[in-house]
C-alpha cells in the first residue's frame, strides 16, 4: 500500500478582476459569457467603473439580456442618455442610471451567491472604498465618476469618484475576498486617446445629426473636440490623460499583486463614448477567453489542498 498520504484536492475559487475603460468594459461581457461556456463560474467578481456596471449586472443574474441591450444601442440613443451638466463633469450620468433601475433589479450585495465588490475613489480623502454590501447598482454608480466627464455620485453623505483612480484593474480586492485564482481583464494596457468619441459630436450618424439639425450639446461638444494639427482638442486631452493615468496605475499595482491571468481586449481604435460599438467588444472579449481557454483550464483543474 502507498504510504503516501492522499490529498483530496478542490477546485480553486476563481476571481475576476474587470477593470476601468469606459465604452471598451463591453468586452467585459464576451469574457464572462464565454468564461460561463467553458464552465467557469468565478465567485469572486471585483469591478471597477464600467467593470463595476457589467459585474454588478451578472452577479444579478441579468447578463444575457444586458447584452441583448447593448448589441443594439445606436449612437442617437447613446447620445440620448447624456444628461448634461456644468456641475463636477460634463455628464450627471442619473438619466442612464435610471433607466438601469428601471429595467434591472437591484438586489443587496450580501444576499447574492457570488462575491461582488465595486471600487471607488473617496474624493475627499483620495481613498480606495470598497463597497460590499447594500443594493448593488447604487454600488457600481458609485465607482462610475470619470472626472471630467460624468459628475462625482454621493454615496452614504460621501463625493465618490472613478475607482480607476487609485485601483484600475482590482487583483487587489478580488484576493482579498478569498479569490485564489484571478483572471483580470486589463482594458487600459493599449493608450486610447486619439479622439473622444464621434457620438459626443454628432458624427456618428448621418441625417438629422448632421449640420442645423445638431442639439447645442453637439454643438458645444464638437467645438470642445476640434482641435488642429498643431494643438489637441480639449476632449483629446481629457480622454489621452485618463488612460495615461489608469495605464500607470494599472502597471503598479499590478506589479505588486499579479493576477494568475490578464486578459487584454484588442480595442485600439475604441474612444472613451463609442458605447454603440458593442457587438465588436463584445466579441473581442469571447475571443480573449477562447485563446487562452488551455490555460484558464490549467489553472482551474490545478490541484489545491
Given at each position: 500500500m502507498d504510504a503516501q498520504l492522499s490529498i483530496q484536492s478542490r477546485t480553486p475559487v476563481v476571481g475576476l478582476a474587470l477593470g476601468s475603460g469606459s465604452a471598451r468594459g463591453w468586452a467585459h461581457i464576451g469574457v464572462i459569457q464565454a468564461l460561463e461556456q467553458m464552465g467557469v463560474r468565478p465567485m469572486v467578481v471585483a469591478g471597477t467603473s464600467i467593470g463595476a456596471?457589467?459585474?454588478?449586472?451578472?452577479?444579478?443574474?441579468?447578463?444575457?439580456?444586458?447584452?441583448?441591450w447593448v448589441q443594439k444601442l445606436t449612437a442617437r440613443e447613446v447620445?440620448?442618455?447624456?444628461?448634461?451638466?456644468?456641475?463636477?463633469?460634463?455628464?450627471?450620468?442619473?438619466?442612464?442610471?435610471?433607466?438601469?433601475?428601471?429595467?434591472?433589479?437591484?438586489?443587496?450585495?450580501?444576499?447574492?451567491?457570488?462575491?461582488?465588490?465595486?471600487?471607488?475613489?473617496?474624493?475627499q480623502t483620495g481613498r480606495e472604498i470598497w463597497i460590499t454590501q447594500g443594493p448593488i447598482l447604487p454600488a457600481a454608480r458609485a465607482s462610475c465618476a470619470l472626472p471630467g466627464l460624468f459628475s462625482p455620485v454621493r454615496y452614504e453623505q460621501r463625493w465618490m469618484l472613478d475607482g480607476g483612480l487609485v485601483n484600475p484593474v482590482p487583483v487587489s480586492a478580488c484576493r482579498a475576498l478569498g479569490a485564489e485564482v484571478v483572471i483580470a481583464v486589463n482594458l487600459n494596457a493599449q493608450l486610447v486617446g486619439s479622439h473622444f468619441?464621434?457620438?459626443?459630436?454628432?458624427?456618428?450618424?448621418?441625417?438629422?445629426?448632421?449640420?442645423?439639425?445638431?442639439?447645442?450639446?453637439?454643438k458645444a461638444a464638437g467645438y470642445l473636440s476640434s482641435g488642429s494639427a498643431d494643438a489637441p482638442s480639449v476632449f483629446d486631452v481629457m480622454a489621452t490623460s485618463v488612460n495615461i493615468l489608469q495605464d500607470r496605475v494599472t502597471r503598479s499595482r499590478m506589479a505588486g499583486d499579479p493576477p494568475e491571468l490578464t486578459l487584454v481586449p484588442m480595442l485600439e481604435d475604441f474612444a472613451l463614448m463609442d458605447f454603440h460599438r458593442a457587438p465588436e467588444a463584445i466579441a473581442e472579449g469571447r475571443r480573449l477567453v477562447e485563446e487562452n481557454a488551455e490555460m484558464i483550464r490549467a489553472w482551474i483543474h490545478r490541484a489545491t489542498p
Open positions: 456596471l457589467v459585474g454588478a449586472v451578472y452577479v444579478s443574474g441579468q447578463l444575457d439580456a444586458f447584452s441583448a447620445l440620448g442618455f447624456l444628461d448634461l451638466s456644468f456641475s463636477g463633469g460634463f455628464v450627471k450620468g442619473e438619466r442612464l442610471f435610471a433607466f438601469f433601475e428601471e429595467q434591472h433589479s437591484n438586489p443587496q450585495i450580501e444576499a447574492l451567491g457570488q462575491r461582488y465588490v465595486s471600487v471607488c475613489t473617496e474624493m468619441s464621434r457620438v459626443m459630436t454628432g458624427d456618428a450618424e448621418s441625417g438629422a445629426e448632421a449640420g442645423n439639425g445638431r442639439s447645442w450639446w453637439q
